[in-house]
C-alpha cells in the first residue's frame, strides 16, 4: 500500500509529480516525497505529511528542477525506528547519484539485509527499498542496467520499482504482477509511469499499457522507452487493489475498479439472496457493490448513511454523554429511510470487524427492523505478504471467529461473504490473482 | 447560510456546542466561534476558520467554562471592513452581559443601522446581528424578555436568533420560518436548540419538535423552557434548504431533507423523460435526486464520477500542459462506464453555469455519446433576501439566459429543469414555501 | 503599557505602520493592528501575536491599502472576556467612520462606561478605548474635531490617542503628557505620530517636536497639522518611561532615555556607596544604569551575566534534576569573574522580587563572596493607575516589605535603592514628573 | 560550527540532551535532533528548525525514551542535495545499531568516500559523518570498539565525535583539540559530553574535565568511563571559539571565553592606542573586546547601540523610502551619546566587511565626528577547513584588499586590526593554537 511515480522528459516534472501523487493520496498518507534530476545532480524533499501538506510552498519547486522526477506516497506502517521514514531514497553511489521508489513488498527483505549487513553495508531506515539501492550499489558489473537486473535476481517479492540516475530512468514490476503499475504519454512528448491510471487523468497524460509483469522499461534522453522483459511473466494481479484498495476510476491490467465492484456486488446477490426493504452502502467504500447488489437483486438502493466530509484527525475529548461519537463524527444514518425497514448493508470487506459493529448498532439505534450484513469479498484469513497492509492473524476477524459467531459479535441478524469463486468469476477467469488473504497460498516462494 | 446553536444546563456545555457546530460545518466555513456562561460572566472565542481548526486546543474550553453556550458558524460574504468578523457578538449593557447569534438576513438592516447611528449608536461590524444587539439595549423596558420583543418588531427579515444572558437564554424564530431551528433535549436533562436536527445526532440529543416560527423559548435555570408566540405565523420553509442546502440527514419541519431531493428526482423524471443508457449524479449534491430519476425512469444509476476526498484550499500553480485541472483535482469520470453512452447528468441546480460546462466536457471527453444535464430545481431568476447567499442577478445565468442558450454554453445535448410546480410538489403541497429565488415574489416586505 | 502609532500621508502607509509598530514590540507583545483608509473606507486587521506573525504575509498590506494609517501594539492584561482584544476599535457611527488606538489608562473608566450603558450604549470589549468613541458618536456636535473635544471634556486619566478617519487623523495627548507621544515627519512629505522616537529611526522619519502635553493635532489632506491647545499644560511625564519602560535609544520629552538611566546608576552609586570587586548588570534592563554605577563608583562594569536570545515562549517539562531551570534559561554567569568577588547586581526596578532571588542564588552558586543588590529607582509602592501595568498592593514586595526584610527574602549581602530625591535629579529638576508608583500622590483626580 | 552531545546513564536522558542542545543553539541554528536508546533500540527524531521547535510536544520524549541520547545541532552549510540533512545518523550493521553525531570537519571526506564508493557502499547524504558509519561498518574488527579504533586511522581532520550503540557510548576528540568538548556528571549519576560546558550550566552537571585531544571515553553501564589515550596530543584548540564562536560563559581547555576577549581588548587598545571620546560595542559580538578596550585605554564604555531582540526572519518588503533598513531592524544607535563624539566601535573580526560599512554609516549619520573601527582579532585572510564556516577567498575582505582599503570601503575614519602576536598573548602563550584563518598553515595533513 503505496504508489509511486515516474516522469520523464517533462518540463516541470517534480510538479507532474506532485499532481500524479495528489491523485494517488489514497494509497498512502504518512509520508510523501519527490526527486528529481536536472542531468547534473539529484534533488530531494521528502517528509511525514500528505502531499498537499508537505509540498505546500510554491519555492519547493524552483529546488525540484529539471525536466525527470520520481515521487513516493507512504503507507503508514508500525515499528519504524525513526519518525521521518520516507522515500525515495538517494545515494550516492560508484556510478553517481541515483534514487528509488518502491511500492510492494520484498519477502525476503530481512535475509538480504542481513548479508549485505555481514559485507558491511549500514542501512539508515527499516525500508526494504534500501535493500535494492546496496544490491546495485555492491554489484561489479559496469552499467546500472546491469547492476538493476543483478539485483532483482537478489530479491523476491511483490515489487513495482523506479530507479532514477541523473539522466536515466528504470522501472520495474515483479514477474506475478501483484501491484499494478502502468504507462502514460503525453500530449507533447515525455512519459510517465505511476501506480494508477487516475494519477494520468489528473495531469493530462494518455493511457499507453501496462508495465508488463517481469518487465524491465528503461528510459533514456532522446529515445522511445527500450523494454526488455528481464522475467517470464506469471500474471496474478492483487485482487485487494480491485475489492478496496484502487481508486474506482483506475483501470488495472485492462479492468475497471468500479465494474469489478459492481460485479461483486451482483454476484453476493446471487449467491446471497435476502428478504429486505433496501440495500444500503457503508460510504464511501461499499458503494459500487451496494448499487450491484441491489441491481441484481431488485431491492431499491438508498444512499441512506451521509458521510461528513469534513472529518479531521483530532478532536476534543468529547462529554460522556456523547458515546459512539467516533463513527457518528464521520456516519450518519437517514432515520426516516432507515427505520422499520428490513436493511441490507454493504461493505467491501471485513478486516477487524470493529466499524461493522458501530454501523450495526447504529443502524438499529435508528430504528431498522433487522440488518443484514454482507461483504463483497471472502473471509479474510491470512495476512498479506505482498504489499497490503493487512493485520496480524490475532486481529483478523475471521480468522479467528466463525461467520456466526462474528455475525453475534457485530450485532447484525445475517453475516454473509462473497465466496471465493464467486469472486474469481467477478474478476474474470480469463487469469490468475493474487488471493493470499483468503486462500493462504503464499505463491511467491 | 449560516449555524447557529444553544446549549442549556448542559455540563461542558462549549464542548457541546462545538461538537453541533462541527456537525453543521457545511453551513458556514469562514468563521466560527462560541460564548459559553457560567451564570457569572460570558466567555467568547471566535475566528475565521473552521470549527476544528478554532477549537484545536483542549484548554480552550477550560476558558469556556460553564452549562450554557451559544454558537455560529459564518459563511464567507464579500464587503466586509474587518478581516475577522465572527459571531457569537459579546456586549454589556444596562441589565449586564448578553451574546447574539444569528442565522438569516434582516431586509431592514439599513434603515435600522440608520435611525440608530442618528441616535449615537456605534457599529463594529456590518453583520446585522449587531443591529439586534443595539435595539436591546435601547429599549427602555426592563426586562430583557420585554427589551428582545420590542426590538423584535423593529426588524424584518428571515431570522433564527439566539440570545444568552449570563444566566438565561433566548430563542426566536421569524413568523415565517425561513431558516430551519429545532428544539432538542438530553437524556440526562438540558437542552438544545440548532438549525439542524443533524446537530442533535452527533450529540447525543432528542429532537423534541421545530421551533414554530413565530416564537419565542426563553430558557431559565430548573425551569421547563417558556414558549411565548410572539408573532402569528406565517410558515414559509425554504425550498433551498430541501434543494441543497441543509446535511440529507436533516429532518426540516417534518420532512428528511434527503427524501424531498429523490422526490424532486423522480418528479424531473416524470416531467422530463429522456431516452438514456445510465443516470449519473454530480457528487455529492445531485446523489439523492439521481437516485430518484433513476427509480422513476428506470434508466439505471451509476456512480461513474469519483469526488476526491483529499483535496485542500490551495495547490501549486499547474504546468500548462494540465487544462482543466480546477474540476479533474476533484472529480474523476469512470470512462468505461461513460464511454459510447447516453448519459443523464443530474445536479440540485444550477447557479453560475461554470462547473456544468467543466462536467459535460469532462463526460463527452470521457466518450459520452449525449450528455443531457437535468435540473433537481427550477430556474434559479433571482437573488434571495433571506438568508441564502446567492449571486446577483448578473452572475446567475437562469437571470441572463434562455434555457436553450445555457444549453448551447454548457455545451450539453440537451437541458432541462424541474418545474415550479413540480417542486412544490415534490416538497408537499400541504403548505406554503419560500421560492423568492424562482419566483421573485418578496414576501416579506 | 501600549504603543500607538498614526501615519498620515504617506504612500503604503500601512507598512510604515507596521515598521514602527516593530520598533515599539517591547511596549506590549500581547496584541497587534493596523486600520489603513484609502480616503473612501477603512481597512482593519488585528489580531493577538507579536507584530512580526501578525503581519507575515504581503497580501495583507493589498488590503491594507491607503495613504493614512494607525496601530497599537497592546501589553497583555489581565480578566478580560474575550481571548481576541485588540485595537485598533472601529466604528461607524452618524458622520461615517472612524478608528481609534489609545496607549494610557483613562480613571474613570467605570463611570464614563456606566452612565453611557444607561444611555442605552453596549459594550464589545472591556478595553477603554470603547469610551471614547462612544462619546464621539453620542456628541450632538456637528463636526467631528467639536466631538473628539466634546469627548475628551469627558475623560479623566493618563492618555496618547490617535482617531483616523476616512480622510483626516487627530492625535491627542492628555495635559500632563504622562506616556510619550512624538511628531515625526518624512523628507519626501508626510507625517508620523508615534509613541516613542525609536520609531522614526526605524522607518527613516525625522524627529519635528514632541506633542505637547494637552495639545489636539488634527491632519488633513493637503495641509500642515493644525495645532489645537485644548487643555492648559501641566507636564508630569512618567519616570517608569525612563526607568525601565521605553527603549533606551529613545528621546522622550527631550531626554535620551539611555542617559537618565546612566545618571540614575551614578547618583545611585553617589547614594549607595559599597566596598565591591566588580559590578554587574542584571541582561538587559539593569546594563545602563549599571555602567552608571560603575563609572561613579571606580568599580570595573563587567558584562558577567550571558543573556540567552534564543528563549522561546514554551519548553518542555524539565526533569527534577534540572532545579532553577527557568533562570537559567534565560541568564547564565560567568563563573571565573564572579568567583570569590563581591559583587554589585545593578537592575532598573524591584517589583515582585521573584527574578531578583534567582538571580542571587545563581551568582551565589557562582561563588560570589558577596552580593549587593542595588536598584536604579525607589521602592514601587503604589500602583500606576496611569497606564503601567504594575501590580496590585498584594504582589508589590516594597508595599509589604521592609527593605531588610526584601534584603533576607532575595538571600542579598545588602540592597538599596536610589531614593526619590536622587530619581528627579537623575531625571532633571527642571520639572515635574508622574511619581505615583513610589509616592502615592495620584495627582489626576 | 555545530554542538553534540551526549547523555548516559540519566533519567530521561533525551529531555538533558534537548536541554543541552537548547544552550548550544549559538553553534548551528538549520537543523536538531536526538538519538536516545533504552538498552533494546535507538530512537530518533531529527528536523530542520530550531530546537525548540522541533521539539515542541512532549509526546516525542515518549517516543524517545531510555537513559541514554545523544544530539546534534546543525550549522547550515550549502550545496546539500537534500533539504533535510540532519544529524544523528542511524545505521543498522552487522554488531546492531549505532547512531553517530560529529562536530568538525574531516578534510579527507572526498579520498575516503571515494574509497568506501569504490568497495560498494552507498551515500545518502553530503554529511561527512557518513564516512565515519561506513568505515566502522567494514572493519572486520570483532568489537565496536576495535573498529571505532580502526576507523579513525582512516579519517583525518578536525573531529569531536560521539557514537551510540544500544548500551554504549563512545566519545572521541581528534589529538589537536581543535574543537572543543567537555566531560561533566551528575549529582545523581550519570555523565554528559558537550561542545560547550554552558550545556552542563543548564542542566545541572558539574564540569569534571576536557576530553583530552586524542582521547577515546566508553561509557559502559555500571561503570566508570574509560579513557583511552588513541593518539599522542598535540593541542590547538581554534582561536576562532574564542574570538566570537563559543558563548562567553563556556570555559573551553581551562580558559573562560568572556576573559580572553577582554584581554583581546586590551590589548588591541595597547597596540592600537587612539585618541577618542567613548567605545562602542558591535552588539553582542563586541562587547567583551569593547569592555578590554575601554578598560586599558581609560576612554569610556557606552553601550550606544541598541539591539532589538524581536527581529525575525523575514519581513515584509519595506517601501522605498526605508533606506538601510535590514541594519537597523536589527541595531539602533543612541543619537545624543555619538553625536559630536569621536567613536572607537568594536567588533570580534572582519569578515566580509557588509555590516560595518552599515554600522559606520549608522555611526556618521547619528553625528559622529570620528568613527574609529578596530577589531579583536587579525585579519582572516584564509577559509578555515577545520569546523568554522568561514567563507571562500573571494569572499573574505582582508585576503582581497589591503587594510587601507578596507578602511576606505567602509567608510572609517581609521581601521586596525589585533596582531597575531597580540592575540596569541591574549590567548595565553602556554600552548599552541589552531590559527589557520590568520595564517593559513593548515597543520593537518
Redesign the interface.
Known sequence: MCAVVGVFN???AS??A??AL??M??RGQEATGITSSDGK???????KG????V??D?S??D?LQGSKAIGHNRYSTAGS????DAQP??????LG?ISVVHNGNLINKDEV?EKL????????SDMDTENI??LI???QKESLEERIMEALDDIKGAYCIIIQSRTKMFVVRDKYGVRPLSLGK???GGYIVASET?AF????AEFVRDVNPGEMLIFRKGEEPESIQVYEPDPRPCAFEYIYFA???S?IDGK?V??TRVKMGMQLARENPVDADIVLPVP?SG??AA?GYA?ESGI?????I?R???V?R??????Q???D?KV??KL??????IKDKKVVIIDDSLVRGTTSRQIVKMLKDAGAKEVHFKLASPQIKHPCKYGIDTPSYEELISANLSDEEIKEKIGADSLSFLSLEGLVKSLGKDRKYSLVSFDGEYFIK
Open positions: 517533462v518540463k516541470n510538479k507532474v506532485y499532481y495528489f491523485a493520496q489514497h545532480r539529484l534533488y530531494t524533499k521528502k517528509s500528505l502531499v498537499n501538506d509540498f505546500s510554491e519547493i519547486f529546488f525506528n525513526s519518525l521521518e531514497i538517494d545515494a550516492k553511489y560508484l547519484e539485509r549487513i555481514k559485507e558491511g553495508a549500514i542501512f539508515q539501492i546496496h550499489a555492491r554489484s503525453f500530449p507533447n487516475c487523468d489528473l495531469v493530462g481508486r474506482p476510476d483501470v475497471t468500479y465494474e464511501d458503494i459500487a448499487l441491481k431499491p438502493f438508498e444512499n441512506a451521509v461528513n466530509h469534513y479531521g483530532t478532536f476534543i475529548e468529547p462529554i454523554e456523547m458515546r461519537l457518528r463524527l450518519s444514518p437517514i432515520k426516516s429511510i
